[in-house]
């Protein structure tokens, strides 16, 4: 089993639309939840950070971590195109420096 | 500040050729990481640094692969023999001591 796990994809949905991306995880010892967004041919870059269990809102852009099921989420309001990437979820434990990175979903917001 | 700089950003190389990626960390930042991306099994860490010494090297996957550090600002990642299932995406990120990793553009190599 992957430590973690994300719904692979890829997602299409209008725009203005509400997407969900979801990831799973099996170590508890992971204490740092991030999410990244890649545009193709493009590095990754930090979306969102957040280390406690609950919501961490930015924007149009809303983290979600729930500690006892193992579930981290991002929440996307009134989709635009320009949110058309790959989205990784990236997870770290306290004393370690590796990040491990889900498989990313590909979402498309179509005009 | 330029951000991390990898270079070639592309590289076509034949199978047994020997490849070297190079990478120019963020100014200051004393982490530097060395990532894999492929369709198959994403995004992987290779090995990372701190102040030039290399952490933990047990992504590399065969001894084909080296990491070398020499000074802060620089690092390369060498391949030596290539191999087609070489082909990826290869990612330079860097870091502070508690901060963000930034990514570089990275290297699309393709070993024929």
């Known amino acids: 089993q992957k430590e973690v796990e994300q719904d692979p994809g890829p997602l299409s949905v209008p725009e203005g639309a509400i997407v969900s991306l979801n990831c799973t995880y099996s170590?508890?010892?992971?204490?740092?939840f991030m999410w990244y967004r890649q545009y193709s041919r493009k590095g990754p870059e930090l979306l969102m950070y957040?280390?406690?269990?609950g919501n961490k809102e930015d924007g149009r852009f809303t983290a979600q971590v729930d500690k006892s099921s193992k579930y981290i989420s991002l929440f996307i309001r009134d989709s635009q195109p320009s949110d058309s990437a790959t989205y990784l979820c990236?997870?770290?434990?306290?004393?370690?420096?590796?990040?491990?990175f889900g498989s990313g979903t590909q979402l498309t917001v179509l005009p | 500040d330029a951000g991390v700089i990898q270079s070639p950003r592309h590289e076509v190389t034949e199978m047994g050729q020997e490849v070297t990626l190079r990478c120019k960390p963020i100014?200051?930042?004393?982490?530097l990481f060395w990532y894999r991306q492929t369709m198959m099994r994403g995004l992987e860490l290779l090995i990372y640094?701190?102040?030039?010494?290399?952490?933990?090297d047990s992504g590399m996957p065969e001894d084909r692969f080296s990491a070398k550090m020499p000074n802060a600002s620089f690092s390369t990642l060498k391949i030596q023999p290539s191999e087609p299932r070489d082909s990826a995406v290869y990612f330079c990120?860097?870091?502070?001591?508690?901060?963000?990793?930034?990514f570089g553009p990275g290297t699309r190599l393709l070993v024929l």
């Open positions: 957040t280390y406690s269990s």
């Open positions: 170590n508890s010892a992971f204490q740092y």
């Open positions: 990120a860097s870091s502070s001591a508690r901060g963000t990793q930034y």
């Open positions: 100014s200051g930042h004393d982490y």
């Open positions: 640094f701190n102040n030039n010494v290399p952490i933990d």
């Open positions: 990236a997870i770290i434990s306290g004393s370690a420096r590796q990040l491990t």
